[in-house]
């Protein structure tokens, strides 16, 4: 297990019978190399001690969220902050259900829900616990919120029952975890761009067209591109949105300029067209700004494809193009069209005429229509465009490798 070495892991234990697997779990993280902290739920103290996973982790254990001390030193953000990545072991029922419904009374529901990182989860309880429908609905929400799960395995209980519920042996989530960081490894040689946003396009020095977009689920992709390791380049029209260090933020405002940052940014792996490019464009800007007169005709010309740009640039053709199409009728035939005329390989489609998936909007619902493969098109139902995104960028990763 190569790839845990000097990595943080925020490891979090609640209070079921497995408990004192996640010993060895902490010991097997440690001999190979990892930063550990630890949270302890309140009741996870009743199953092991602080004093033995501090002595396992030779790192910090908290658990108590209104700790003076503990803020002083490293407050419940930070903590999140810290970490590689955020680790559930075992996960009981109770505390799965308080993350997929945000529910924060405790240190470890606050520092997950405050986090921005990778969050696994290894489930383990009593077989009628696994197998109730509110566990399984929480389940799957937390994994459309992109939470990894490991197990749990079929097998002898300690209540002495037998079934699905039993938490995954250690050593199978710490090779999970480290096959976690080499995938992440291994993203990292590959290149993404992204544009995002609306364009302006000027009439005169104070007026221009634009359009709604709100370059909301461009950003997002950019954010997971980024999260799993890519090296991410986000080209933006104008936007108020806001994006992390790690991803390089180009801005722009005219079509022209979001094409010159696009051809300075080519070589890429990936290129994801998701910005709304004003489709025109005015032919002879005016040099200054125009007079109120009864009635203006403004000439207008077709402005730059940036997307069929991309998918047929000679040399720097991406491996992966793709675009997006942003459709208030015939949607499904509008894509299509659009995946064979622009030469690209995935067109994601969604229907910007429903106010609860069109721009500005947090969430959104999309088909990603396929050129080569032997599906022809998915759709990701609805959800909130981060998950959206994590989803989509699964997709890209599975196709690069
Ligand atoms: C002996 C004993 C064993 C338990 N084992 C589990 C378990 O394996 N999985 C689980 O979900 N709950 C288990 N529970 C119930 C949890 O301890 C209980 O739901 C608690 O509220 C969990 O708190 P936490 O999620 O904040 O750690 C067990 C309770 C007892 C008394």
């Known amino acids: 297990m190569k790839n845990l070495l000097n990595k943080k892991i925020l490891f979090i234990i609640c209070g079921g019978i497995s408990a004192y697997k996640s010993l060895e779990t902490i010991r097997l993280f440690k001999k190979n190399g990892a930063e550990i902290k630890t949270i302890l739920t309140k009741n996870a103290k009743e199953f092991v001690t602080p004093l033995s996973v501090a002595s396992l982790s030779h790192g910090k254990v908290y658990s108590d969220l209104f700790s003076i001390e503990n803020e002083a030193e490293m407050d419940h953000i930070s903590l999140s902050r810290w970490a590689d990545i955020i680790i559930i072991s075992p996960a009981t029922a109770n505390t799965i259900s308080k993350l997929a419904l945000g529910t924060t009374d405790d240190l470890a529901s606050t520092v997950v829900l405050a986090s921005d990182k990778n969050i696994y989860l290894s489930p383990a309880m009593n077989v009628r616990m696994w197998e109730h429908p509110t566990t399984k ?6 994994k459309d919120f992109g939470y990894k799960i490991i ?22 989530i710490a090779e999970e975890i480290d096959k976690y960081f080499l995938t992440k490894k291994n993203n990292k040689k590959f290149k993404a761009l992204v544009t995002a946003g609306p364009t302006n396009e000027y009439i005169d020095p104070v007026r221009f067209i634009t359009n709604k977009s709100s370059g909301k689920q461009g950003y997002e992709l950019a954010k997971s591109l980024s999260k799993e390791g890519f090296d991410t380049t986000l080209i933006s029209g104008p936007t108020n949105l806001k994006t992390q260090n790690d991803i390089k933020l180009i801005k722009v405002e005219t079509a022209d300029e979001m094409l010159v940052a696009t051809q300075e940014s080519l070589p890429v792996d990936v290129a994801i067209c998701s910005a709304a490019v004003s489709d025109f464009k005015i032919k002879k800007k005016y040099e200054n700004k125009i007079k109120k007169q009864e009635t203006l005709n403004l000439n207008l010309e077709k402005n730059i494809d940036i997307l069929n740009y991309i998918s047929n ?14 459709e208030t009728n015939s949607i499904e035939k509008n894509a299509e069209k659009k995946l064979n005329k622009k030469n690209c390989d995935w067109i ?8 609860d998936i069109g721009f500005n909007s947090d969430y959104n619902e999309v088909t990603i229509h396929y050129k080569n493969k032997s599906i022809k098109k998915e759709k990701l139902l609805y959800k909130e465009k981060s998950e959206i995104s994590n989803e989509i960028v699964d997709r890209i990763i599975d196709q690069l490798n």
């Open 137 to 142: 609905i929480n389940l799957r929400k937390l």
């Open 151 to 172: 197990g749990p395995e079929i097998g002898d209980m300690a209540c002495g029952e037998y079934g699905e519920g039993k938490m995954s042996d250690p050593i199978t």
């Open 313 to 326: 640039h000679n040399s720097k053709r991406p491996k992966l193009v793709i675009g997006f199409a942003a």
């Open 348 to 355: 994601i489609s969604n229907d910007v005429s429903n106010k």
